[in-house]
């Protein structure tokens, strides 16, 4: 496999490490942000989230591995090269994490239990700063340098995932540390990959992109949401869209005479429309379940600058209507009763700073529009990448001249071989 430009030496010494600084962009590192704020669930470790690539493409939102695809190959390239192996590494497990507060990990090798055998390395990439995002969550390693890693966005830390990296990570004391997780193996039959494609086609091919429903997302069970965190918890879709000021509201009923399905559970409410309230306004748009709501409101806040930018320039949007919904104002009424514990959310989520970001409706409805446009762009590659990934049985950056070549197009025999080993179905 081709190696990065400018790779460090192959590893010596007793303890195979390399720190790569600056290895992802910020605008790589906040794409990753918003998918995990996104579609993250309660993770394998207390006082984590995770969102791994499984979850992603098992949620419907399978078009949002796509910004994954090249960063797994350059790290693939670094470990390969760092760690001079002669042979190909296939990537096991793929995963944004975040270290919430009260998260840490005691001192461990990565390969310490029989299950975990197959790794081999371990490469983690910070998507935001300690100290200015959180405190704590600092990565120790028991010998050899570097010893210990402050996490900064975009740099990456690769290392052999056996006893030769003994490490831990110190408690995270306030807010959420978020990284890249990956693990690389020899063993092919730990590939993640062929899971993920068999994953992929089951729920992304049914559709055209164009159709809105190809790419909103689909909940998980809801006690894959539920954080929980000493004797209490909450529910994660609710508390992330809370700490940004925002509440559900019922999709059916504009009066404040509360008027709400009578439902057994509130928590089911989430798996169904409605829709979203800030303050005494409700925006008339209707979203399909809690995750689609979550999913604009996060993309709303990655875009927050380029759109408050825009909106300075065009000053086209006066007045509290925004350009493509109403605003139904003084609906109280209409909030879901959800339980969510607010307080103990805001102390586990609440340090995400979004204090520079004046909310205005009519840029948030701009917002809605773009995540529409910035989906079905994505959904539209997942469709045209995944003959060739199928075919391939990996996942990989196809080389655009690969895709002008209608005549090579593994189309066919991609979907062909693929359904007929693995889904059953014929074409
Ligand atoms: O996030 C880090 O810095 C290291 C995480 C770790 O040790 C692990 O997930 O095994
Ligand atoms: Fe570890």
Redesign the pocket.
């Known amino acids: 496999m081709a190696s990065t430009a400018a790779s460090p030496p192959p590893a010596a010494g007793d303890h195979p490490r390399v720190l790569l600084r600056g290895f992802l962009s910020s605008e790589t590192c906040k794409e990753l942000e918003f998918v995990h704020r996104s579609c993250g669930a309660a993770g394998y470790r207390p006082s984590v989230v995770s969102t791994s690539l499984p979850h992603l493409a098992a949620t419907g939102c399978g078009h949002l591995l796509l910004p994954f695809v090249p960063i797994r190959e350059r790290l693939r390239d670094a470990v390969e090269s760092f760690f001079d192996c002669h042979f190909d590494l296939f990537i096991e497990f793929t995963g944004l994490i975040s270290w919430c507060k009260g998260s840490s ?1 005691g001192w ?1 090798s ?1 390969d310490n239990k029989p299950y975990l055998r197959q790794r081999a390395f ?1 490469a983690v990439c910070y998507l935001n700063n300690h100290g200015e995002d959180y405190t704590g969550g600092i990565l120790q390693f028991q010998d050899g340098d570097p010893s210990s890693i402050i996490p900064v966005a975009g740099d990456v830390v690769i290392y052999s995932a056996d006893n030769r990296n003994v ?1 831990r990570v110190n408690e995270v004391t306030d807010g959420e540390r978020l990284t890249l997780t990956l693990w690389f193996t020899r063993d092919r039959a730990y590939d993640e990959d062929p899971k993920l494609l068999t994953f992929l086609s089951q729920t992304s091919l049914s559709c055209e992109p164009t159709e809105q429903n190809s790419y909103i997302p689909m909940p998980a069970s809801d006690n894959m949401y539920w954080f929980s965190y000493d004797q209490s918890g909450f529910d994660i879709r609710c508390a992330r869209v809370h700490i940004l000021g925002f509440s559900f509201h019922s999709s059916s009923g504009e009066s404040n005479t509360s008027v709400l399905p009578d439902e057994d559970d509130p928590i089911e409410l989430l798996g169904k429309q409605l829709r979203l309230g800030r303050g005494d306004d409700v925006l008339e748009k209707i979203f399909s379940n809690s995750l689609h709501a979550l999913q604009v409101v996060q993309f709303y806040y990655w875009k927050a600058p380029v759109l408050a930018a825009r909106a300075r320039r065009e000053q086209s949007f006066p007045g509290s209507e925004t350009g493509c919904y109403q605003i139904i104002h003084n609906s109280k009424g209409t909030e879901l009763p959800l339980p969510c514990n607010d307080t103990l959310a805001q102390t586990i989520l609440g340090s995400y700073n979004t204090a520079e970001v004046a909310f205005e409706w009519n840029d948030f409805a701009l917002a809605v529009a773009m995540w529409e446009s910035y989906s079905e762009e994505l959904k539209k590659q997942l469709l045209t990448f995944l003959p060739y990934w199928l075919s391939s049985e990996t996942i990989f950056v196809v080389d655009p001249s690969e895709l002008q070549n209608q005549s090579n197009s593994p189309m066919r025999s991609g979907f062909a071989s693929f359904f007929g080993d693995v889904a059953g179905r014929e074409l």
Do not use: G
């Open positions: 990990i461990h990565d371990t490490h």
